[in-house]
């Protein structure tokens, strides 16, 4: 098995995650989190926004309507633009992505694509018909009428969300410049071919900030912010330093107005892959609502006067690729007493619970009472604490383990008569006595 198999593998046995709509037979590109990846989701997702938001006096978060008007889509270019290159096998009709089956671009032509002779993944053959654009956003009707006036989409980004709400953050918290605007949520894309596990779907959730600033010094603004995205990866996620590279992405291959892009990516098990944006997007998004809206979006300086529309840096980075990372970084197997072990060396402020309390044996109840007694005080004090009392010592270790929680405390005889616990390290699988009070 490879090492995606692998985490896929354990995400399924532990509970983290399975496959959306799993007793129907499953709904390709999309997963559900299950009690431990829902945990270990909604922890990196608190982390993002405590340091990015909470700890910082320069950002404002918002939470915007998924369902937004469609204007949003047209002012943003997504209605003409944000479509993929499909490509469908005469042969076999299965029908894929261009651009995934050689080494093109999306904008690759037909003659292009036919001229490299790629093999359908599917059949074998090579006997494509047109590349078609196809648009990915999801459509949906508003209200009880399904005509063309009616059309909604489902967002393909959290972004817009944000700059519709630039003016309203403006008159309502006047921020001095620079200043940024977070938000967490799903967006929906219907991709082509959804692959690799989570690292692509159709469902998926986004963290993203446009931090506006003055034209003039975009360039400090942007390689801060690129310099915290490293430190949030290494500080906050436990990656490591040589698992995240930037990729400077050339003029050809940027958004036409973006005059500055890096791709920071990540050596996942299917090799380096993008992990988050940063881009440099200038007045595009906030003129593009002026054009459309007919609502000015200047800002003016409360210091100097001066008034213009604000220049934006995007920091974008999709949670299910995070996470995707997290595990990847995590997931060890090494031996212990001559067994294979499987463990998720998870970062303490990320593992789904901090400490497992069991007592030594189940069937004697003044362990079970004084460990019941023990995981209620850590209850109170850490909150993520789980209790586990089935099968035998060794048994509960290797789960605990697969599940990433640093420390199991055992309560046994030697408890009732001096106030002391075992603890167990994941990592290391020492074991010391510990004084109840000092855990
Ligand atoms: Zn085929």
Request: hydrophobic share 35%; proline share 4%.
């Amino acid at each position: 098995m490879s090492k995606l198999e692998d985490i896929v593998s354990l995400c399924k046995r532990r509970g983290f995650i399975f496959q959306g709509s799993d007793v129907y037979g499953g709904l390709a590109g999309t997963w559900d989190f299950g009690p431990l990846g829902v945990a270990l989701k909604r922890k990196i997702m608190q982390t993002w926004w405590e340091y990015w938001v909470d700890k910082r006096d320069d950002m404002y978060g918002v939470d915007a309507a998924i369902i937004m008007n469609p204007r949003t889509w047209v002012a943003s270019g997504h209605v003409a633009t944000f479509a993929d290159p499909l490509v469908e096998c005469n042969d076999c009709h299965g029908r894929f992505r261009a651009d995934h089956l050689g080494d093109f671009g999306e904008g690759v032509t037909t003659e292009e694509f036919r001229a490299a002779g790629a093999k359908c993944p599917n059949c074998g053959k090579s006997d494509w018909g047109e590349i078609k654009k196809f648009n990915m956003m999801f459509e949906t009707h508003v209200g009880p009428v399904t005509d063309d006036t009616s059309i909604a989409y489902l967002r393909p980004e959290t972004a817009q969300g944000i700059f519709t709400n630039f003016k309203n953050v403006v008159d309502t918290i006047y921020p001095d410049l620079p200043f940024g605007i977070a938000q967490q949520g799903k967006a929906f894309r219907n991709e082509i071919s959804p692959r690799d596990f989570v690292f692509r779907s159709r469902e998926f959730e986004q963290m993203e900030i446009e931090y506006f600033v003055d034209p003039e010094n975009w360039q400090k603004s942007f390689d801060e912010l690129l310099t915290d995205c490293h430190e949030f990866f290494e500080n906050e996620m436990g990656l490591k330093a040589e698992d995240i590279r930037d990729y400077d992405v050339p003029a050809e291959d940027r958004a036409h107005y973006s005059k500055r892009t890096i791709d920071i990516e990540y050596n996942y098990p299917t090799g380096w892959g993008e992990l988050m944006g940063v881009a440099y997007r200038t007045d595009f998004d906030l003129g593009n609502i002026e054009r459309e809206s007919g609502k000015s979006m200047v800002y003016r300086d409360k210091m100097t006067g001066k008034s213009f529309v604000p220049h934006v840096i995007e920091p974008s980075v999709g949670v299910e690729r995070l996470l995707m990372a997290v595990l990847t970084n995590a997931y060890h197997e090494d031996e212990v007493n001559g067994e294979k072990r499987v463990v998720l060396q998870l970062p303490e402020n990320l593992a789904p619970y901090k400490f497992c309390v069991s007592p030594l044996l189940k069937n004697k109840p003044e362990l079970v009472e004084k460990a019941k007694e023990v995981y209620q005080l850590l209850r109170k004090k850490y909150q993520n604490v789980t209790w586990d009392d089935s099968g035998n010592i060794g048994k509960r270790y290797r789960k605990q383990d697969e599940i990433g929680t640093p420390k199991c405390v055992v309560v046994d005889f030697d408890s009732l008569e001096d106030g002391t616990v075992t603890v167990r390290d994941r990592d290391t699988t020492e074991q010391t006595r510990v004084k109840i009070e000092e855990l």
